[in-house]
């Protein structure tokens, strides 16, 4: 089977192949919580950072902001087959006949004909409506198999390029691998130095299937405050970076790809001059090495319920895998 290979090409923006044979770009930027700023942030990252990936999801809200930041890039000369989008297929939606009607929704919101990537975007249907934390009967039995065949039909339609998964447990990626015709060509999980999960991206390598690292700075409120670590600013004052910068090349090193969010014009600028210098052997350890490995993203909003299940405890939404 075809591993992900980190390509460094004749283009500013290193990329990674992935198995379907199409390249992701290594630095892409987030859009959670970026509000009506967001089609400002798009375009700056676009036309001025020299972004050529951005990643999205009907949840956050903002599709049709970002869909007017890449029309104005495109305005501005950029062309669409030259930008990587990533959108993601909210929980309420996981059933075999919601999944197309949402991807047509997305496309719609976007202003786009075709996604390059659509991720499921947690791996628990919830009921429409649903509370957070969730209400008995709010999180629900999934239907993965006939969610994948439809994600599948959209790639032979050429509605979306690729299709891949978010959030997954080895568990669940063996599972969905038991089944699938189309193999997911990427998984998207939370990974940082305070969150480094070797165990998915191990597994994620061995079978081909590219990882991208969301939340690389350690998110936004009631994150971990990562820039402000002492050995990741220690590293970024030897090597006179940003803590932003070695958190993102920490990333690209070990394979991924990254998608940093900002809605400052410097941030989105300084989080991709990453590329044409490399953190020292001993740099990268010692970010690996960082103690007090622990989620921020760990689900329990929007899927624990203590009391009536089926999930009871973040260990249950990970499948006790931590
Ligand atoms: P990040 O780890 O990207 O951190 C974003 C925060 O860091 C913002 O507050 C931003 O503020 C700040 N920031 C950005 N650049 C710098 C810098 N150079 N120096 C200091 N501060 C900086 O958090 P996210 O959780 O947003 O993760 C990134 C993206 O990953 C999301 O936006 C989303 O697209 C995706 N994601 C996917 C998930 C999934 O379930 N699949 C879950 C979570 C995230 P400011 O804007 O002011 O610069
Ligand atoms: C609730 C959505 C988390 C960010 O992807």
Not at 158 to 175: A, E, S, Y
Not at 188 to 208: F, I, S, T, V
Not at 244 to 273: F, H, M
Not at 278 to 299: M, S, T, W, Y
Request: charged share 25%.
């Amino acid at each position: 089977m075809a591993q992900a290979t980190f390509t460094a090409e004749d283009q500013k923006i290193e990329s990674f192949r992935l198995l379907s044979g199409h390249k992701i770009p290594a630095i892409g930027l987030g859009t959670w919580r970026s509000g009506s700023q967001a089609d400002n942030s798009v375009k700056t990252a676009i036309v001025e950072g020299g972004y050529r990936h951005i990643d999205t999801a009907w949840e956050y809200g903002v599709q049709e902001s970002v869909g007017h930041g890449v029309k104005a890039a495109i305005h501005a000369g950029v062309e669409r087959r030259d930008i990587f989008i990533t959108s993601k297929l909210w929980c309420t939606e996981l059933s075999p006949e919601r999944v197309r009607p949402a991807l047509l929704n997305t496309l719609e919101e976007l202003q786009l004909e075709y996604l390059d990537l659509y991720l499921i975007h947690w791996p628990f249907r919830l009921a429409d409506g649903a509370s957070r934390p969730p209400k008995p009967g709010d999180v629900q039995e999934m239907d993965m198999e006939g969610v994948w065949r439809e994600m599948e039909r959209l790639v032979e339609d050429k509605l979306v390029r690729d299709i891949g998964v978010c959030n997954f447990t080895l568990k669940k990626m063996n599972k969905l691998l038991g089944f699938a015709e189309t193999m997911p060509s990427v998984c998207q999980m939370e990974m940082h130095p305070g969150w480094r999960n070797d165990k998915m991206l191990e597994a994620c390598k061995q079978n081909g299937i590219h990882v991208t690292a969301y939340s690389p700075l350690g998110s936004q409120e009631g994150g971990r405050d990562l820039i402000h670590d002492e050995t990741v600013d220690r590293i970024a004052k030897k090597l006179n970076k940003t803590p932003g910068q070695v958190l993102v090349k920490w990333a690209i090193q070990r394979g991924t790809s990254v998608i940093p969010k900002s809605n400052n014009t410097d941030r989105i600028k300084e989080n991709i001059e990453v590329f044409g210098w490399e953190l020292p052997q001993e740099d990268f350890q010692a970010l690996c090495n960082i103690p007090d490995q622990k989620r921020v993203l760990h689900g329990e909003q929007l899927f624990v319920n203590k009391n009536a299940g089926p999930l009871r405890s973040v260990a249950d939404v990970w499948d006790h895998e931590d």
